[in-house]
């Protein structure tokens, strides 16, 4: 039987290999993501930056977080094109 810490332990591992899922996906199908975006988005900033989210919190898990957002913002599919004089659409 697996004590508390061996299974919080477990736990972490599977949430890290659940959001590196997230992470992959974003990556290889960016345009199939729309929809995940700002429930993504309202996860990470959940629990990376309100108090109630911070007692879930470990290192690996907010630095996954923060790579989703980071991963959303920077992808190029997301960006808006440029019309021809350079203004934005």
Same mark, same amino acid.
Request: glycine share 6%.
């Given at each position: 039987?697996?004590?508390?810490g061996?299974?919080?332990?477990i736990l972490?591992k599977v949430?890290i ?8 996906? !974003?990556?290889?199908?960016? *345009?199939s993501? +729309?929809d ?5 988005l309202?996860?990470a900033v959940f629990?990376?930056?309100t108090?109630e989210?911070q007692?879930?919190?470990f290192?690996?898990?907010v630095v996954q977080c923060?790579n !989703?957002?980071?991963?959303i *913002?920077?992808? +190029?599919?997301?960006?808006?094109s440029k ?7």
């Amino acid at each position: 039987m697996l004590d508390k810490g061996g299974m919080i332990e477990i736990l972490e591992k599977v949430i890290i290999q659940l959001s590196k899922v997230l992470l992959s996906f !974003l990556e290889v199908h960016p *345009l199939s993501y +729309v929809d995940f975006i700002e429930p993504s988005l309202q996860f990470a900033v959940f629990y990376a930056f309100t108090p109630e989210g911070q007692p879930f919190l470990f290192e690996r898990f907010v630095v996954q977080c923060l790579n !989703l957002i980071k991963m959303i *913002l920077i992808c +190029v599919e997301y960006k808006s094109s440029k019309g021809s004089d350079g203004n934005n659409l």
